[in-house]
């Protein structure tokens, strides 16, 4: 048996889930025919409180989209330095809508209301408009922190008094809201753009979709299809992901419970400097400085334990909905025997 831990993107489609797909009637959705695609994409629309919504291949796609739809070339957006939007979508926001990015500092990926009113420029000719700030809940990069609801509410007034954009990169967002305990609804208030992932921890094989009002939908359509993400039959898709919103979110928590089991082994091992609190599915820890990384994952590997590392003497391990008792308990017996000379 192999327990993948690498990532929650691993996760294969249930029997039920394909009998979905392959029940589902589908059409052109680049002429909006498409009807399994129109009931996803009015489905969460509503359950967010949003005007519209627009399926998208990837999570990296609708973040793109929204930026491009929020700014204009030579715009400045602001984002914590953990923002996946910076570091993992290939320099897109530069590259796809040339606009340049301030990085802050925030509490384990989160920033305050505080630290953006130093961060927005002033209004001088010489100085980038900053017309965006992005935020990311729950931050992958930073262990999967959650974002309070009151301090979503906080940076949206900010926002809303400053004339800003605020998108949200949701990818995990229902990670956060079984754990913290708000809605979706509340969380819809917050955003002018909301992009949640279908693809990760609820177990759909392929996509994401962006949320917002009719007007800026209208736009990210045209955007989508300009950057090739326009997409025939994707209904067969788009089933899989109902599927998905229907069944997978309230069974999140068992996810976390298990992140939370497996660090706490993590906490009790010599060879492990330090595991960042882990707070939904994603756990982040440190090796002591003599353990060389790369063997150590190749020694897990060995034993049918796959992990993804996370940069120098880091390793990130996330659990997901085909990590089941039995693969919780493999992990605990191997960590458990790891050897380090
Ligand atoms: C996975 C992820 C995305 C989207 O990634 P895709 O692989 O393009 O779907 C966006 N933001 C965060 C935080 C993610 O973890």
Not at 294 to 311: C, H, Y
């Amino acid at each position: 048996m192999i327990v993948d831990l690498r990532s929650d993107t691993v996760t294969k489609p249930s029997k039920a889930m394909l009998e979905a797909m392959l029940e589902a009637p589908l059409g052109d959705d680049v002429f909006k025919e498409d009807p399994t695609v129109n009931q996803l994409e009015q489905y969460v629309a509503e359950l967010f409180g949003k005007q519209a919504a627009l399926f998208c291949p990837s999570g990296t796609m609708t973040n793109q989209i929204a930026i491009n739809v929020h700014t204009r070339p030579g715009d400045e957006l602001i984002a914590d330095v953990n923002a996946h939007i910076y570091n993992y979508e290939g320099g897109g926001i530069s590259k796809n809508s040339g606009v340049q990015t301030r990085l802050l500092v925030g509490n384990r990926g989160r920033l305050s209301s505080t630290q953006l009113e130093t961060a927005v420029q002033a209004n001088y000719d010489w100085l980038s408009r900053t017309s965006l700030v992005c935020l990311e809940n729950t931050v992958n990069r930073a262990g999967g922190s959650i974002y309070s609801l009151e301090d979503m509410q906080a940076i949206a007034n900010f926002c809303q008094e400053k004339k800003l954009a605020l998108h949200l990169d949701g990818a995990r967002l229902f990670n956060a809201i079984v754990e913290a305990g708000y809605t979706e609804q509340q969380v819809g208030l917050c955003f002018d753009s909301i992009s949640i992932c279908l693809s990760k921890g609820l177990g759909a094989p392929i996509g994401s979709l962006l949320l917002g009002t009719e007007s800026f939908i209208k736009q990210a359509r045209r955007v989508r299809k300009v950057f090739g993400g326009g997409m025939r039959q994707a209904g067969i898709l788009a089933a899989a992901g109902l599927y998905a919103l229907r069944n997978n979110i309230q069974r999140l928590k068992h996810d976390h419970q298990k992140a939370k089991f497996i660090a706490e082994i993590l906490n009790h091992q010599t060879w492990v400097k330090q595991v960042l609190p882990v707070e939904t599915n994603i756990i982040i820890f440190e090796l002591q400085d003599e353990v060389n990384s790369l063997a150590l994952e190749q020694q897990l590997a060995q034993q049918g334990i796959r992990v993804a590392g996370f940069g120098k003497q880091t390793i990130r391990m996330v659990t997901h909905l085909d990590i089941d008792e039995e693969g919780v308990h493999k992990t605990e017996a191997v960590l458990k025997q790891v050897k380090v000379s």
